[in-house]
């Protein structure tokens, strides 16, 4: 969630499941893409489980790093969903403060790598014009922009705005996650092994 601290906003650290997350874990091509990408957009597209938002945090954290190094703006890790609560309570208020925190105006004109994290994954309508006004807003900037997604391009069109497709698909390196579900293949080896050591232990006793 984000504070309402006007002169520094903070923004969540890096979800803990990520903390350890790094480039190397990703596959060669991957990277490879990754590195080719001079607007410094992504877009991490494909079902549950397939690994978008680690590879977003471990891009995150290489970003971080390099931002030290090179003095410039960190990254920003944004929880879609939660961005969007945070902005329907800002707009909510419709407070005249000129000096009130806007989360969405902090999102378009932010400086360092903005990571939105399970973009379409909202229930509603009012996140449609919100997304649209960020990709404008940091499109027309030339600012960094960084997505995790389920929907594919041509929903992304449809529930976002063909306006917003078109400068995503222009800018960003569009990465498709494929494959089997992960934590589900994950689930499927624990118990797995879980049923060996059960029929292991099974053997044993009967033979003493």
């Known amino acids: 969630m984000l504070s309402t601290n006007r002169e520094r906003p903070i923004v969540a650290d890096l979800p803990a499941r990520f903390a350890a997350a790094q480039l190397d874990d990703l596959d060669a091509n991957l990277r ?42 960190s990254p920003a890790w944004i929880e879609w969903a939660e961005f969007l609560a945070d902005v329907k309570a800002h707009w909510d208020l419709k407070t005249s403060d000129a000096d009130a925190f806007d989360p969405l105006r902090w999102a378009c004109t932010f400086r360092g790598m903005l990571c939105l994290d399970d973009v379409g994954a909202e229930i509603g309508d009012f996140g449609a014009e919100r997304f649209a006004r960020i990709v404008q807003a940091r499109y027309s900037s030339s600012l960094p922009l960084t997505v995790t997604t389920n929907l594919r391009a041509a929903q992304v069109g449809e529930r976002y705005g063909d306006r917003s497709l078109s400068r995503i698909t222009e800018c960003a390196e569009w990465i498709v996650m494929d494959g089997p579900d992960r934590r589900l293949a994950a689930h499927a080896r624990r118990r797995d ?16």
């Not at 590879?55 to 003095?71: H, I, P, S, T, V």
């Not at 879980?194 to 033979?207: P, S, V």
């Open 32 to 73: 490879a893409r990754l590195a080719e990408t001079p607007e410094r957009w992504h877009v991490f597209s494909g079902g549950t489980g397939r690994g978008k938002s680690h590879a977003m945090a471990a891009l995150f954290r290489d970003d971080w790093a390099e931002a030290a190094r090179q003095f410039y703006a």
């Open 193 to 208: 092994r879980t049923r060996q050591r059960a029929e292991n232990d099974d053997l044993f006793a009967e033979r003493t």
